[in-house]
């Protein structure tokens, strides 16, 4: 891993002599250095979640006033493809937006930016960028992000925003969500058996 | 024949110091062999080979695990709202199953030798010791007999398992009332009382923490690293305690042996010198003769990071090194007459 940095430090030191073959061999170095670090952290462990998400915000084009108001509900399975690093999903939910209620849906993948650790015993919280694509039954076509917390593998809370190509506008959110499969207690565990 | 105990205390990882005298011993010191074994948390693991003389399997446990087939690691909030403990254990489980397998705990149950694993009962708050064997003499502790390769496994695994940490065990699976294990180390760091009290005469002590008190003098203004420090700190208190409470004992059996002899020499007959000692009440020193007691300890911390739960294959490594060397220093030391009987 340590090598791993000190070649990434190399490429990015000499950026004016960058070759396909260095360019290369960075990306597999940025790879392994990511994979290595995140192997030892709790944080996007194997498994799905699926959030509950609540969310609000606006809907600007910049140029005309009045700035619309959304709120939404939506629902976002995702699948821990790389432990520790990456998730893969999608998103389905209801909007409402300029006295309509519109529904959205799209894939998204998220990428765990960093975390927070409580000293040896273990995490507390990650920082995440979601990347997603959504769709609209009222022709919204949505390229956007989400930059969110995930506290405890269960609570989300972050903002967002989407470029509407579609209908040439930007959306500003700020969202809360729920991890609907969260590990509940299930009495005494037996690591024995 | 006097019988002649080992005694490994708990330290997660330091158990490869205790790997490293077990070693040297067997290498340059053959002619010791134990009757009796009592671990505590990781010394519950090294027990069971030691009595089997399988110092070979216990070399490559404590120089080839990593803490990742240990414990896994979590999200803290998500396992104290969803979990029994703070790490999961599940690995440490599967490497006792893989090591110590339905042949190997037959293996111990025939041996004759007397394998106790020290646990706290969540329940009760008592020290019960698991044994291999009907326990002999042993009256001021909880004693259990295990039947099964599968209460043998549990046993070990509730030993060193630190509650709050790990989760805790039910050793007899299913037997009610619900008693559940956690690590005997909460209440006895050491079990030298446990093997007097199980009749050993001469005892080997394998201590994982140093005598003399580890100093860190690093300002603490974090809760999470004033919790791992009083962790470290109570270990200290009570290891110290073990092995000062027996040392007080022994000391006091010297004594009297002292004080018998001075009589004798003054020319009380022997059967009115145990007369006087014979006093008709609850004597917790009847019967009992002073012990040898080799008290083999680290010179300096051995490290392993907060409970010993740092599994560094390296690390564990040098930990080996200095106990073998450790024992090489203690034995040289130690005087013509104090010398193991072979």
Redesign the interface.
């Known amino acids: 891993m340590v090598l791993a940095g000190f070649y990434l430090l190399n490429i990015f030191t000499q950026y004016k002599a960058i070759t396909m073959k260095r360019f290369v061999c960075g990306l597999l170095s940025i790879g392994f250095f990511i994979s290595a670090t995140a192997q030892r952290d709790?944080?996007f462990?194997k498994g799905w979640v699926l959030y509950l998400q609540a969310h609000d915000g606006m809907v600007t084009n910049f140029t005309t006033a009045p700035d619309l108001f959304v709120a939404g509900l939506s629902l976002s399975p995702q699948l821990t493809v790389v432990p520790g690093l990456l998730r893969v999903g999608g998103t389905a939910g209801a909007i409402f937006n300029n006295k309509k209620i519109a529904g959205v849906f799209g894939p998204n993948l998220v990428i765990k930016l960093t975390s927070l650790q409580?000293?040896?015993?273990?995490?507390?919280?990650n920082l995440q960028l979601q990347l997603e694509h959504l769709w609209g039954t009222s022709q919204q076509k949505l390229l956007g992000g989400l930059l969110q917390s995930e506290?405890?593998?269960?609570f989300r809370l972050g903002f967002s925003i989407h470029r509407d190509y579609g209908l040439n506008t930007w959306w500003f959110q700020g969202g809360l969500g729920y991890n609907l499969l969260?590990?509940?207690?299930k009495g005494?565990?037996?690591?024995?058996k | 024949m006097a019988k002649r105990a080992l005694v490994v205390s708990g330290g997660g990882c330091k158990g490869a110091f205790a790997v490293g005298v077990l070693k040297n011993l067997a290498a340059n010191f053959p002619e010791i062999s134990f009757d009796i074994f009592v671990g505590t948390s990781t010394g519950s693991l090294i027990a069971p080979f030691a009595a089997l003389e399988r110092i070979d399997m216990l070399e490559k446990l404590y120089t080839s695990i990593t803490t990742d087939q240990v414990v896994i690691r979590g999200n803290v909030v998500a396992r104290l709202l969803g979990s029994n403990s703070l790490f999961d254990a599940a690995p440490l489980a599967n490497l006792i199953k893989q090591y110590y397998n339905d042949d190997v705990c037959q293996q111990v149950f025939v041996s004759g030798k007397e394998v106790f694993f020290a646990t706290t009962c969540l329940q009760t708050g008592a020290s019960v010791n698991f044994s291999t064997n009907t326990p002999s003499l042993v009256s001021d502790y909880e004693v259990m007999k295990l039947n099964t390769p599968d209460e043998l496994r549990r046993a070990v695994m509730a030993s060193a398992c630190q509650p709050v940490f790990m989760q805790p065990i039910e050793v007899k699976k299913g037997s009610l009332p619900l008693r559940q294990y956690v690590d005997g180390g909460v209440k006895e760091y050491a079990g030298i009382q446990l093997a007097i009290d199980a009749g050993a005469e001469e005892i080997y002590a394998i201590v994982l923490s140093p005598e003399t008190r580890d100093t860190d003098e690093h300002p603490f203004n974090d809760a999470l690293a004033i919790l791992e420090r009083t962790i470290d700190i109570f270990t200290a208190g009570v290891g110290s305690n073990d092995v000062r409470i027996p040392a007080v004992y022994n000391k006091t059996l010297q004594y009297i042996a002292a004080v018998k002899k001075k009589m004798l020499a003054a020319g009380i007959p022997q059967n009115k010198i145990e007369d006087y000692f014979n006093i008709p009440f609850n004597n917790p020193l009847a019967g009992k003769k002073p012990l040898k007691i080799y008290v083999i300890r680290p010179d300096a911390p051995l490290g392993g990071g907060p409970g010993g739960l740092t599994f560094d294959p390296a690390e564990m490594k040098g930990m080996l090194a200095k106990g073998q060397k450790r024992l090489d220093d203690f034995m040289a030391n130690l005087p013509p007459e104090q010398r193991p009987i072979a």
Do not use: T, V, Y
């Open positions: 709790p944080e462990p409580a000293n040896s015993l273990g995490s507390i919280l506290i405890g593998q269960f969260r590990k509940k207690k005494i565990e037996d690591p024995m």
